[in-house]
């Protein structure tokens, strides 16, 4: 779990790198639905991707350099340094779990209704953007297989169950969409709603909301 901070560290370097430190830095937590198709790799000649779906966390650190906020135009970029997590399940094969974790970077293009004669409008910011990640994707599950066995040295035999546990990780990489709006509830909080789609060695669609804390 280190390693994955310490990535996360490194990727709001690389994208604040540059940039003054005069910035706007906010924390954002989302949660919401995810389903789609994890990549499943635990030996004995199963690997392929397996349906999962279930719960998503969604924590990040919303970065907004003053240079990219473009002087007289209702837009700007801001990024984001995340860490997602879904924890899914299937009926892949018996208790089939999936965990995901994926440290990523997103940029997101925002639009401003700063002009507009409506207050809701001037509070209201729908924004769309790409991310890069590396979805860990870590399953188990257990597989009963159907043997047959000789009965105390008799000339017939019986069959039995025989169930075997598997677990496995799987290291990819990751791009998606998303696209969303957020909503000004006061100076330093702002509540949003997003949905998109991630590809590559991860394939899922989601849907998530929740908020967001300005600290400066």
């Known amino acids: 779990m280190k390693k994955l901070f310490g990535f996360v560290a490194a990727a709001v370097l690389a994208v604040t790198s540059g940039f003054t430190l005069d910035m706007g830095l906010g924390g954002k937590l989302d949660i919401g639905y995810a389903t ?20 998503e966390l969604y924590p990040a650190l919303v970065i907004a350099p003053d240079k990219t906020a473009f002087e007289g135009k209702p837009f700007d970029l801001t990024f984001e340094a995340s860490l997602d997590m879904i924890f899914g399940s299937s009926d892949y094969y018996d208790g089939y779990k999936v965990t995901v974790i994926t440290p990523g970077i997103s940029t997101l ?35 009963k297989y159907t043997k047959t066995r000789q009965i105390e040295e008799r000339p017939y035999y019986e069959t039995y169950t025989e169930e075997k546990d598997y677990s496995g990780t799987k290291i990819g ?44």
């Open 109 to 143: 293009y925002n639009y401003h209704f700063e002009n507009s004669d409506s207050e809701f409008l001037q509070k209201l910011t729908p924004y769309a953007g790409v991310n890069i990640g590396v979805p860990i994707q870590m399953s188990s599950f257990t597989r």
């Open 36 to 55: 789609g198709a994890a990549y499943v790799d635990v030996g004995d000649g199963i690997s392929g991707y397996a349906d999962m779906s279930g719960f």
């Open 173 to 216: 990489l990751g791009m998606g969409f998303v696209a969303g709006a957020s909503y000004a509830i006061t100076e330093k909080i702002d509540a949003n709603v997003e949905m998109g789609y991630n590809f590559l060695s991860l394939h899922d669609f989601f849907i998530r909301g929740g908020a967001m804390y300005r600290f400066k």
